[in-house]
């Protein structure tokens, strides 16, 4: 049994899926106005290890990853580029997919972009209107009445009567309350839109994800997850949109992952205190900052120091400096690697108790140790434990250079070059030039980079 901690119940909850070793997870993806930073990277990793946990229990994930690409930041940013808004959040994705392949985070099953689900948002506003929780303003606007939901704030556990206009909304004077949030935003001169019965204009922001749940997964979730300033008021207001309608549970369980700090505030645009993860990447090898943003457990908040990131580099050198030089024996029974491997089960009960990866790493050095012990005495029970070390840093995400390219030095992942070899594989594709196209997948397959082919692109991944 797995047990999570529930953001919405305030407690760890044993997992039990809606259907049998199921499990529908919804995730907040990044407003793509620019590229994404560490903190963006904190919360990404930690969902890509609760999925690979989940995926070697035996269950099977439908991982969706939302994309918001219509914005007002993007718009902004767009006209101050000079460019269209799709030219903007374009390059935007490509490089978060990128980044994000970079740090070991496997690409989602579905990931919808808001910009594609229009149609959809339109019909759940109508629905809301029709159900008396929302209403047109005389400027074209629709707004969710936010004190018709009665249980308003019951994920953040704010007081309806204790709140302010959210940051996100401004004061419209047309609006019946200040509380209540903006669903569709009538169009200004020169913005993107699209029709509408209300008169054009764009989704607002919290109805996007209401709307790309239930048609990716349906009414109710097992999983919905997100960074910690999600809860309130986008999750909040998810809740109130949904539930309203489907008179059903958004999602059964609610999962944020804490903040990344500097200097004890949050890392966040607004803030100006962020690092990109392709500058981060640049400084550090990637499975330095994953090994770095997996230290902590995942709920709590943790500082972002160059000191932590020399300690994350050590502590993975010291694992990789245990397999050193050790053949890995393929004849044992797995019977006599786990007689040599107690930790293994001590592994899994700190990760079953709410994805505890602080007491998984312990249990890692604890490996290593055995391992440089019997190193000296009998080589082949070392090789075993290195098996196990290997496969129990697999699941986490980490362990997958060679040992001896690792000591030299050869951390890095060129995510950059990494790109410029699926953009002549394209070209090769273009022009029917198939055996170029193979070879550079074989060249990319060699250094342990796998290819995935999708309708928007080829993305890439290190090989499980």
Known sequence: MIFIYNTLTRQKEPFIPLEPNKIKMYVCGVTVYDECHLGHARCEVSFDMIRRYFMQAGYHVTFVRNITDIDDKIIQRAQFNNESYSDLTAR??????????????????????????????????????????????????????????????????????????????????????????????????????????????????????????????????????????????????????????????????????????????????????????????????????????????YRSEMQYTTDRLKEASNSLKRLYSAIQNIPCDQDKSQDSIDELCPYESVFHQAMRDDFNTPKAFAVLFDLARDINKLKKIDLQSASLLAKKLLKLSHLLGFLYHHPEKYAQGDTGIDSEWIESMIEKRKKAKQQRDFKTADHIRQVLMKKGIELLDHRDGTRWQMMK
């Open 92 to 297: 935007m994705i490509s490089a978060m997919h990128a980044h994000y392949a970079a740090l070991g985070v496997l690409p989602p099953d579905i990931e919808p972009k808001a910009t594609d689900f229009v149609e959809s948002m339109q019909q759940l506003i109508q629905r809301l209107i029709e159900a008396s929780y929302a209403y047109v303003t005389t400027s074209g606007d629709v707004y969710y009445r936010v004190r018709r939901f009665k249980s308003y704030g019951c994920l953040s556990g704010k007081v309806i009567d204790e709140l302010e206009v959210g940051s996100r909304v401004a004061f419209n004077h047309e609006k019946e309350d200040p509380l209540d949030f903006v669903l569709w935003k009538a169009a200004k001169p020169g913005e993107p839109a699209w029709p509408s019965v209300w008169g054009n204009g764009r989704p607002g922001w919290h109805i996007e994800c209401s709307a790309m749940c239930q048609a990716t997964l349906g009414d109710t979730l097992d999983i919905h997850g997100g960074g910690p300033d999600l809860k309130f008021p986008h999750h909040d207001n998810e809740i109130a949109q949904s539930e309203a309608l489907t008179k059903k549970p958004l999602a059964n369980m609610w999962m944020h992952v804490g903040a990344l700090r500097v200097n004890q505030d949050k890392m966040s645009k607004s803030l100006g205190n962020f690092l990109t993860i392709k500058a981060a990447l640049a400084e550090y090898p990637a499975e330095v900052l994953r090994y770095f943003l997996l230290s902590s457990h």
